[in-house]
């Protein structure tokens, strides 16, 4: 709220602009003038007009970020983020810096240097409010020479949620003060059509027939064919979660050995065991005792990348090309051709109706037939 004094026979507007108070003159004596001028100073106030932009040193905001997330997230989407802000913004803060570990010594090194002409387009800025849309713009047709859409709508959407952090959390102003998060002057790129692989009937029973000397893996590839659970999702899966009274794959948040997983959506959820996959769970036998329903070789929980390359190096053996994200797309394909409907295939994976309406929607073109015959 802003408020009237008068200073000898003129008065004066004292309102407060990022908390620090300002006297503003009316240039008149006259109350009744003053208070229309005491009007519009509290409406440019309200609405960000009288706001002094700030000052935000970008590796200051991005130091501070990235601890931010770390609090916030799980360790791979935290690890995602952080590679997307590195390719934004380069080694800009130590948080960002790429090391890797030497073998031979024990010591880290960061990436070898670059010839200027072959290094990748940077967003850079001394202050955070210095990055404007036209630039985030320019910066994001320069990478579109050597990533698709979808990457480009990630850099995008971490750059939002930057700039609301800075706003939230630092009290970022424009100088411009219409603008107050610069991607929102950004449009996001246009996906195209997405072309998802899946396996038949006779291309599962390959599948599965493939990989059925080794119990693990073959109970793995059926629990991500039949139930569509995310890879992590799967190897997470303790014998407590398989509820065979249920009829039930109970995917839930849980900590062990004082790590904390949730699902990706951190949403629980319950999948229901199909009779193919029934059959599958009845003649498993894990190759050693663990809490872990699919135990690494050392009986403890997989690392995912781990457990792929497993998969692909017995795949490979078989020739044949398919990976667990082709598993999950085989789950919600089969019941899309089975005409259930979108969104009882978004609750059992784990997604939003939009996304499974652009995964499998077109699987089921004969659902629209009788509606078009409205003919007397």
Known sequence: MASLLKRGSKYYVRVYVNGKQKDISTKTSS????????????YENATGQLASATRTPLPKLLTDFVVHLKAKHRIKSFKNDLSRLRTIFGPLVAELELVRKDNSTGETEGKPDVPDDEKPPRLEAEYAEQISPPLINRYLDRRAGCVGPKTLNADREILYRLFTYSIEHHGLIYPDPRLKNPVDGVRPRKLPAQDIRFLDANQIKTQLDAVKDDSVLHMAVAILIYAGLRREE??????DDIDRRAGLIRVRAKTIDKMFWQ??????????????????????????????????????????????????????????????????????????QRGVSLYKISAMMGNSPEI??????ALIPDQFVGDVNFAA
């Open 263 to 336: 699902p990706k959506t951190g949403q629980n959820r319950a999948v229901p065991i199909s009779t193919a996959l029934a059959a599958v769970l009845d003649k498993y036998k894990p190759p050693m005792i663990s809490q872990w329903l699919l135990p690494s070789p050392e009986g403890a929980r997989w690392d995912p990348d781990n457990f792929s390359h497993k998969l692909a190096d017995e795949n490979a053996k078989a020739k044949l090309p398919w990976t667990c994200l082709d598993f999950r797309h085989t789950f919600g394909s089969m019941l899309a």
């Open 234 to 239: 799967a190897l997470w899966l303790t014998h």
């Open 31 to 42: 109350l009744q003038l003053a208070k229309k001028v005491l009007q519009k100073v509290e």
């Open 356 to 361: 499974c309406r652009r995964h499998y929607a």
